[in-house]
């Protein structure tokens, strides 16, 4: 059964970085939508930021725009987030996911069918 596979999490002060990868065990993902979300404790799931398999849009989250940036490796497997001036409200675990749809629901998750185990983001004041 096709996986995803999340790293790069850990402990960063406030303003530093962090870069998370996600990585598909199919090739198939590449005509996927990937996206990341993300979910503190107490709190639903949120969407960050989602790039497209139909001409590469990409889409973010309200709280992440101008600080986070999505990305994919050149086989469309592999998804990056890189995470810019974090601040101690972006702490969640953090979850790659992927699904084909034709919407523009992209927050919406639902339409997404495949999802990864999670990995925790720390972000200190």
């Known amino acids: 059964q096709a996986s995803l596979v999340e790293s790069g999490g850990g402990l960063v002060q406030a303003g530093g970085s962090l870069r998370l990868s996600c990585t598909a065990s199919e090739r198939t993902f590449s005509s996927k939508t990937m996206a990341w979300f993300r979910q503190a404790p107490g709190k639903e799931r949120e969407f960050v930021a989602s790039?497209?398999?139909?001409?590469?849009?990409?889409n973010y989250g309200n709280s992440v725009k101008g600080r986070f940036s999505i990305s994919r490796d050149n086989d469309g497997n592999t998804v990056f987030l890189q995470m810019n001036s974090l601040k101690p409200e972006d702490t969640a675990v953090y979850f790659c996911?992927?699904?084909?749809?034709?919407?523009?629901?992209?927050?919406?998750?639902?339409?997404?069918?495949?999802w990864g185990q999670g990995t925790q983001v720390t972000v200190s004041a």
């Open positions: 790039s497209s398999f139909l001409g590469g849009a990409e």
């Open positions: 996911a992927a699904g084909s749809f034709y919407n523009t629901m992209y927050g919406y998750t639902g339409n997404y069918n495949f």
